[in-house]
């Protein structure tokens, strides 16, 4: 017999709430999200940036970090918009996205970077 683990999320409590792909897991090492940036590009998709205030990360709405990089292949420069919003937002989750152009829909989206004390 397994053992299921019961998560105890609780909208009252935002610590507890999960979102995105991966948030069960640990924080992203900086080759980790460099990975999922290089599996963005490699799709063809175009990559965009969102942040957004911890307690508003459950809304569907999330600030967009400047415009998506429609076409954009190069991967450090991608890392470095991220890196930006990260540093000019310190206390926002901030989300890495993969649209793809051809399905008309999110092909990725994950929170790279989490505002501190939500682990």
Known sequence: MSEVMDYSSRLTDPHSRKFETFSYLPRMTAEQIRRQVEFIVSKGWNPAIEHTEPEEATSSFWYM???????????????????????????????????????????????????????
């Open 65 to 119: 970090w400047k415009l998506p990089m429609f076409g954009e292949t190069n991967v450090d420069q991608i890392l470095n918009e991220a890196q930006l919003c990260h540093n000019l937002n310190p206390n926002h989750h901030v989300r890495l996205i993969g649209y793809d152009n051809y399905r008309q829909s999110q092909g990725s989206s994950m929170v790279i970077y989490r505002a501190p004390g939500f682990e």
